[in-house]
């Protein structure tokens, strides 16, 4: 099983631009997430979906939006790229909630220039 | 607000030798703590879970303990392969803040 799989890799932005980071997951798990992972910090959640159909902000959503696409696909999008948003951003997915132990993806390296 | 911290930071046992890490937290409405490894330039994996001071569960050569506001996790007869980042994540009952991740403590084992 591939587990998480999040596209692109990596990316270069220049400020202004948008785009979107994909994620999907194989495990038919309910919960999926977007977090940051920034030097010097712990990972922050952007944005989680508890179940298809649903999205909720977590604790740092400004300036992202996230589709539920169905079950398996929960994408992240910047619409105006800031260079506060370099980051590494991870996908990940969990059975049921929050309350159980999340997979995540390898990542993907965005730098905002 | 929520906190996790770790200690220490870095880590740099012998091979064979136990190494010994901890998390402190200050959260409201605990539900459960993790602990998740990392490797570099991949995503965390999860290691174990708890969900009340004095649990303690061990995995292979990993042995965890939750305390009242913290956690201890030991890695006995470590190897090179158990080079990582190793953290926290607190798990809350409600709130935007539902998870908050520690920094961790970065292992480094010395063949």
């Known amino acids: 099983n591939a587990g998480v799989t999040q596209t692109p890799k990596f990316q270069v932005l220049k400020t202004g631009q948008s785009m979107t980071l994909q994620c999907a997951q194989d495990m038919n798990h309910n919960s999926m997430y977007w977090y940051r992972q920034d030097p010097g910090m712990g990972l922050r959640l952007i944005y989680y979906s508890a179940s298809e159909g649903t999205t909720d902000k977590g604790e740092v959503p400004n300036g992202y939006n996230v589709s539920r696409l169905n079950k398996r696909e929960f994408s992240l999008r910047l619409e105006s790229a800031a260079p506060s948003q370099t980051s590494v951003y991870f996908c990940?997915?969990?059975?049921?909630?929050?309350?159980?132990?999340?997979?995540f993806g390898d990542g993907t390296r965005l730098s905002i220039l | 607000e929520n906190q996790v911290e770790h200690s220490p930071h870095f880590l740099g046992p012998q091979q064979g030798d136990v190494a010994s890490m901890s998390c402190t937290y200050s959260v409201s409405r605990f539900n459960n703590l993790q602990w998740y490894r990392q490797n570099t330039g991949m995503g965390p994996k999860h290691l174990l879970s708890?969900?009340?001071a004095g649990y303690e569960k061990q995995k292979g050569r990993l042995n965890a303990t939750l305390l009242k506001n913290g956690s201890s996790l030991y890695i006995t007869a470590v190897q090179p392969e158990d080079s990582a980042t190793y953290f926290c994540a607190v798990v809350r009952s409600g709130g935007y803040q539902k998870v908050t991740f520690g920094i961790g403590t970065k292992l480094q084992v010395i063949p």
């Open positions: 990940a997915s969990s059975l049921e909630s929050m309350n159980q132990p999340q997979h």
């Open positions: 708890m969900y009340s």
